[in-house]
């Protein structure tokens, strides 16, 4: 999947290498006619392959959020991966990643050297731009909220605008439905329009369906998926209560009509919902700092078809550092006693019109429970039954200090999509309260590795986290050309040194992916450029590789702003990673 499709990214420059021209025409390779392994004789010792950096995402490895609180409420943030016990279906794992997570980190370091090495960049050296830190994306569930709720919660949201918005904080508007859009800005005006501009947006198929019954998801999901008896034979006797004239095999179709279209209009809800928080995510993974989503819904269900996508939408969401919050905007709500009178039907015997009850109860938990499920799995948090929708858009925008994160890799994993349930436990001390994520489903089919590979790529590159397995010196240049128009070289110099080589046909092989990427000041991703380096070095050229390493440019063409830089570099062979970030100010 490229990057954000959706949002027209377009290319901003072309990527040039610079590498050691004696490794480029080595003279050793005319001394070997031919080479066994299948490298040409006259190969180069490294070249490049260059192109628009595209990505897909996978699942490599299970990651674990964890916020720990003390018995006063407030966050515990001295733990270490010690202190952790991680159960996968009640079976302990061991923790091969661990990190403590803090999730207010300004972006305001230049790179090393940036913009030090020619005389005409002196203007480089101004004081460089002071990057948004804070990001919050609102997203009204328009498609499943009532008139009532949605203008509640839209009061609300405005109302937080006066201690919400600040110099480096950032604030988008979405909606279920796709209808109403408003990237990430500081504009209170523009964003107050945008709320107020949200109106219910339910689906038609639904919203005007006049069956009787009024069917839940869940009891179609049943009808249809499940070929439940019980629950066929309640929609038809439903139907003939209200429709007296049809007979019981016509009850029986009817009844499978309307749970066919219930299934299917909402599972298209499902499908869009789902696909716009991804959408979302993959929106904040591009953005520095502090990275919230505050999704405001009245609740909706899954079907069993989507249970692995939450799970992948969950799965990103953690990898790129985004935490999802709820807010039930029902606020405090409770069913009449004994059930909805409408459901009293005529000629409906009172075990059937419990049985209705019970299914009306479970679909309103498991509204409940994925909204749960979605803020829990990323260490974020939910609002529910109050009708304080202030109060609880503004713990919803509090994100904790610390956030843990545990990572394993299963073990013989049975690629099925079964449920694995997970468990954690802080040896010490006794009396803290853990938010944890419930669990993941199992990939139905192994992942491909370079699609793997791609993911990796993808994450580190949407990352703020600094990493430095292979040493590489970031530096920025720019040249303008007029006014308007600047060129921006973004020079990585990568030394080979550390890199663990495979030997074959008496050289020494490795590859390199690098990837440069540019942001603009409100953290929107603009492009990326991917290099990759075929290492194929001779001994005596390994021998002789310099400290200073080899240079890397990426050029964009740009306008004059504030703009960041990230650079990833991975080895393939010792699948070692740098990750280096940047700053620079245009003029």
Avoid: W
């Avoid at 839940?216 to 309640?234: S, V």
């Avoid at 789902?274 to 990275?291: I, Y």
């Avoid at 070095?537 to 990230?566: C, H, M, Q, W």
Wanted: hydrophobic share 40%; proline share 6%.
């Amino acid at each position: 999947m490229a990057i954000t499709d959706h949002m027209s990214l377009r290319r901003h420059g072309l990527a040039a290498l610079l590498l050691f021209r004696a490794m480029v025409t080595a003279p050793a390779a005319a001394q070997s006619p031919a080479l066994a392994g299948g490298i040409p004789a006259n190969a180069p010792e490294i070249s490049t392959r260059e192109e628009p950096a595209r990505f897909r995402a996978g699942v490599n490895l299970v990651l674990v959020p964890v916020v720990v609180r003390d018995g006063e409420g407030r966050i515990v943030g001295t733990l270490h991966k010690e202190d952790f016990q991680l159960f996968d279906k009640g079976k302990p794992v061991v923790i091969t990643r661990f990190s403590a997570e803090s999730l207010t980190h300004p972006v305001t370091a230049p790179a090393d050297g940036a913009a030090k090495e020619q005389p005409a960049l002196a203007e480089a050296s101004k004081p460089l731009p002071t990057l948004p830190d804070r990001f919050v994306a609102y997203v009204f569930d328009d498609v499943h909220l009532s008139f009532g709720d949605l203008a509640r919660a839209r009061t609300a949201a405005v109302s937080q605008f006066s201690g919400l918005l600040t110099p480096l904080t950032r604030v988008a508007v979405f909606t279920t439905s796709g209808r109403i859009r408003q990237d990430f800005t500081n504009d209170r005006d523009l964003l107050q329009a945008t709320i107020d501009r949200i109106v219910p947006a339910p689906n038609p198929a639904l919203s005007d369906n006049k069956d009787c019954p009024s069917m839940t998801l869940y009891q179609a999901n049943l009808i249809i998926n499940n070929g439940d008896a019980e629950a066929l034979k309640l929609a038809a006797d439903q139907i003939q209560a209200c429709n007296p004239i049809l007979s019981p095999q016509e009850a029986m179709n009817e009844a499978r009509l309307i749970a066919q279209r219930v299934l299917n209009g909402e599972e298209y809800e499902i499908q869009a919902t789902l696909k716009l928080l991804e959408d979302v995510v993959q929106r904040l993974a591009a953005t520095p700092g502090s990275r919230n989503i505050v999704l405001i819904s009245s609740g909706f269900e899954l079907t069993g078809l989507y249970r692995s996508t939450e799970d992948a939408l969950i799965d990103k969401a953690i990898k790129a550092n985004v935490t999802i919050n709820a807010l039930d905007a029902r606020g405090l709500y409770a069913a009449p006693p004994g059930g909805d009178a409408s459901r009293a039907l005529p000629g409906i015997p009172g075990n059937e019109l419990a049985l209705a009850i019970q299914y009306e109860s479970i679909s309103n938990t498991a509204k409940e429970d994925l909204l749960s499920e979605l803020a829990e799995g990323t260490g974020g948090a939910f609002f529910r039954h109050s009708n304080a929708l202030d109060a609880g858009l503004a713990q919803l925008t509090r994100q904790p200090d610390v956030v843990y994160v545990l990572g394993f890799s299963p073990q013989n994993l049975k690629y099925d999509g079964s449920f694995h349930g997970l468990k954690v436990e802080v040896k010490n001390p006794p009396g803290l309260a853990l938010q944890v994520r419930r669990g993941y489903y199992a990939p139905r089919h192994s992942a491909d590795p370079k699609e793997a590979v791609l993911d990796e790529l993808r994450e580190a590159l949407f990352s703020r986290e600094e990493q430095r397995d292979i040493p590489v010196d970031l530096n920025l240049q720019f040249f303008k050309s007029s006014e308007g128009n600047a060129r921006l070289a973004v020079i990585a110099r990568v030394d080979l040194r550390p890199l663990h080589f495979r030997k074959a046909d008496g050289r020494n092989l490795d590859t390199l992916k690098i990837v440069a990427g540019l942001f603009d000041r409100n953290g929107t991703y603009i492009s990326a450029i991917e290099s990759t380096l075929d290492i194929r070095l001779f001994d005596e050229t390994l021998a002789k590789l310099p400290a200073s390493g080899i240079s890397v440019r990426s050029n964009f063409d740009l306008a004059p702003g504030d703009y960041s830089v990230r650079v990833v570099v991975r080895d393939t062979e010792g699948e070692m990673m740098t990750a280096r970030n940047g700053v620079i100010r245009i003029p």
